[in-house]
């Protein structure tokens, strides 16, 4: 595991974190599998709620602007969004989907690996 020494940026050990969590359930899906069940995560990015809200109108705002507007789509998401992903997930369509893990982020995660936010 990174040591607090080793992982010095906020963002970096939350991307570390995302990433975990994305092994873990990939891992678990095995376990789970084998009781009848499947299990998935969806990582959200900028979803507009009343905390999204406070954090685009606080001291971090302009940041998280940048990455709205830098990102694919050009936009934040919305709960209904998020909500149709769960849907498809839990439902009869999505039988054959597990381990997995919907990045549902209009393309910031993009943007900062080939786009506008990489750092050169």
């Known amino acids: 595991m990174p040591q ?26 095995v376990r789970w599998g084998n009781r009848g069940a499947r299990i998935n995560t969806i990582s959200p990015g900028i979803i507009i709620t009343p905390l999204a809200r406070d954090e685009l109108n606080g001291p971090r705002g302009e940041g998280y602007r940048r990455m709205i507007e830098l990102s694919a789509v050009g936009h934040a998401g919305t709960p209904d969004e998020v909500g149709n992903v769960g849907a498809l997930l839990m439902g009869s369509e999505g039988a054959f989907i597990t381990g997995s893990d919907f990045l549902m982020d209009g393309g910031v995660t993009a943007a900062y690996w080939f786009g506008d936010l990489a750092s050169k």
């Open 4 to 29: 607090p020494d080793q992982v010095t940026d906020p963002l970096r050990a939350y991307q570390i974190s995302k990433r975990g969590n994305s092994l873990r359930v990939m891992a678990e899906a």
